[in-house]
């Protein structure tokens, strides 16, 4: 059966045998992640048998290829079935994918350091106090989006005034009031009120967005 499967492996493109090689080092080291990357290729199997993959495929990376896998007609049929939420679930995905995106993207803890010129322990204690937006990436790793800097390399003029209002908000919450168009700043974003030193009407807007008050 070996000799059946390594044929079979060397007849498949350089970047599958790849793929492939990488998944079995993988499983070898941890059985956990062999699992999960057991299970995970299953379903995209059976999602790859019964869609359109000239359209999925053509995401620009691997992350946008899932995505668009998974919100396919058949993806959305397979998954509704274990989960009547899982389109909703996979539509903020996607939305958060757009915010990560957004006004240059992110960047990780230690090209922060280096753009601000503090060590990244000071970044990180920086996002515990909730002077900075931090995305978790897992195992203790963050990502941190650029439009909470300046072009200079500093920090945003009222970003921790701001911040400090939603305090009780997930990073999440906290970067959708930034980034969409606010009513009370006459329908301008935050984002673009604190880029023109506009700080008080966003403070504003800030603690009533945290209250849930009605616009």
Not at 5 to 11: A, Q
Not at 85 to 110: F, M
């Amino acid at each position: 059966m070996t000799n059946t499967l390594e044929k079979k492996v060397t007849n498949t493109p350089k970047s599958t045998q790849k793929t492939i090689s990488r998944i079995i080092k993988a499983s070898n080291q941890e059985p956990l992640k062999a699992t999960f990357l057991t299970r995970v290729m299953e379903g995209l199997i059976e999602i790859a048998d019964s869609s359109n993959l000239v359209d999925i495929t053509a995401a620009d990376t691997n992350y946008e290829v899932l995505l668009a896998a998974l919100q396919t007609p058949e993806a959305i049929s397979l998954l509704t079935k274990q989960d009547p939420l899982a389109k909703a679930k996979i539509r903020g995905l996607h939305l958060k994918q757009q915010l990560i995106e957004a006004e240059g993207g992110c960047a990780n803890s230690e090209e922060i350091a280096q753009m601000l010129g503090i060590s990244r322990q000071a970044i990180n204690q920086r996002r515990q106090r909730g002077k900075l937006i931090g995305l978790s990436r897992g195992k203790g790793k963050y990502i941190y989006p650029l439009w909470q800097f300046t072009d200079t390399g500093e920090t945003l003029s009222g970003l921790e005034a701001v911040l400090a209002k939603l305090q009780e908000l997930d990073p999440w919450m906290q970067i959708t009031f930034f980034l969409n168009s606010n009513v009370r700043l006459e329908n301008k974003t935050p984002l673009e009120m604190l880029r023109k030193g506009e700080v008080e009407p966003v403070i504003i807007s800030a603690s009533a967005f945290a209250n849930d008050e009605p616009d």
